[in-house]
């Protein structure tokens, strides 16, 4: 295959996933449907299955597209040259609800869909293990540099991260927490966690 086939094809599948996540944004990850993914598009399901193979194998990339979108925007934080403390702040500000919070109420239907679908199970493991590694990096940085004092980062991530992730649960799904107790308790917890002044988290 030529270079500029296989650039029309990487092309092609953009436009897949951008469609799906559209779709997903509608209806859900359960109930999209291939059907009117290519609708969206203006194309044949057969096209869609052509470099999809499954309606799964479809759901779960389109979610890894997502998801890979916001790790990147948490890797940028990492990435920056801002101490440890602000690089903290700027993963907890990108990584909790915000706005219609769409990215979230995707994780969380891909948490549901995951108990079924091997495919998304495989694609949040993964997504999960970067976002912490990234968190941990965050954690260690600011343990060498004398911000932090945690003696255990790699349990303070999952604790951190399990928090965060039942509290945006709690906010999006139930409405029992509102999003300034969202933020005001995860600061404190992680302020404890890292032994940090709270307010600087805030």
């Known amino acids: 295959m030529s270079g500029a086939r296989r650039r029309s094809a990487s092309l ?3 436009e897949i996933l951008g469609a799906t996540l559209d779709v997903v944004e509608r209806d859900g990850l359960a109930a999209t449907r291939v059907a009117d993914v290519a609708s969206a598009l203006g194309v044949s399901p057969a096209l869609v299955f052509y470099h999809f193979r ?37 993963m907890l500000r990108h990584y909790g609800p915000t706005g219609t919070a769409t990215g979230w109420r995707l994780w969380i239907d891909a948490w549901a869909l995951a108990q079924r679908e091997k495919e998304i199970h495989a694609v949040l493991r993964r997504m999960d293990r970067q976002w912490c590694a990234l968190l941990r990096e965050v954690v260690e940085a600011g343990v060498a540099s004398g911000d932090f004092r945690c003696p255990d980062p790699g349990a303070s991530v999952t604790r951190i991260s399990a928090l965060l992730d039942g509290l945006s649960v709690a906010t999006l799904v139930y409405k029992s927490v509102t999003r300034p107790q969202l933020k005001a308790w995860v600061a404190e917890a992680v302020a404890r966690e890292l032994e940090v002044e709270g307010a600087v988290l805030t």
Request: hydrophobic content about 45%; glycine content about 2%.
């Open 12 to 14: 092609r599948q953009e």
């Open 54 to 90: 499954t309606k799964d194998a479809l759901v779960a990339a389109a979610f890894a597209h997502a998801a890979e979108r916001d790790l990147a925007r948490l890797e940028k934080v990492v990435a920056s040259d801002d101490p440890p403390l602000e690089q903290l702040r700027g």
